[in-house]
Nanobody, 127 residues
Framework: EHLEESGGGLVQAGGSLRLSCTAS????????MGWFRQAPGKEREREFV??????????HYADSVKGRFTISRENAKNMVYLQMNSLKAEDTAVYYC???????????????????WGQGTQVTVSS
């Protein structure tokens, strides 16, 4: 499965961005989808942000983004999105889209459970 993110950029604190991830390859609906991020100076720490189940029946968010970010997907278009509102300087990071092969109904927040990753898109929030 090939994943490609887009939509990153520079935004002021309090602003919004919408990230998109396009998937190609195998059947998109076979995967739960997640967003992770890697902050500057934390190259070895990829932090869970949000995940959505293969059928969009459930989603899960990190406490740090709950109420500000929304994950969604369109299986017919092989797309997953991350709407980010009320952005803060601490949201600055490279954001990665990832695919988890469905093995259960629940989505994972663990990096190691995801099988495919995009190259990432930079989000910079200026304070």
């Amino acid at each position: 499965e090939h994943l490609e993110e887009s939509g990153g950029g520079l935004v002021q604190a309090g602003g919004s961005l919408r990230l998109s991830c396009t998937a190609s390859g195998r059947t998109f609906s076979n995967y739960h989808m997640g967003w992770f991020r890697q902050a500057p100076g934390k190259e070895r720490e990829r932090e869970f942000v949000a995940a959505i189940s293969s059928s969009s029946g459930s989603s899960h968010y990190a406490d740090s983004v709950k109420g500000r970010f929304t994950i969604s997907r369109e299986n017919a278009k092989n797309m997953v999105y991350l709407q980010m509102n009320s952005l803060k300087a601490e949201d600055t990071a490279v954001y990665y889209c990832a695919a988890e092969t469905v093995q259960s109904m629940g989505v994972s927040i663990r990096v190691d459970d995801y099988d495919y990753w995009g190259q990432g898109t930079q989000v910079t929030v200026s304070s």
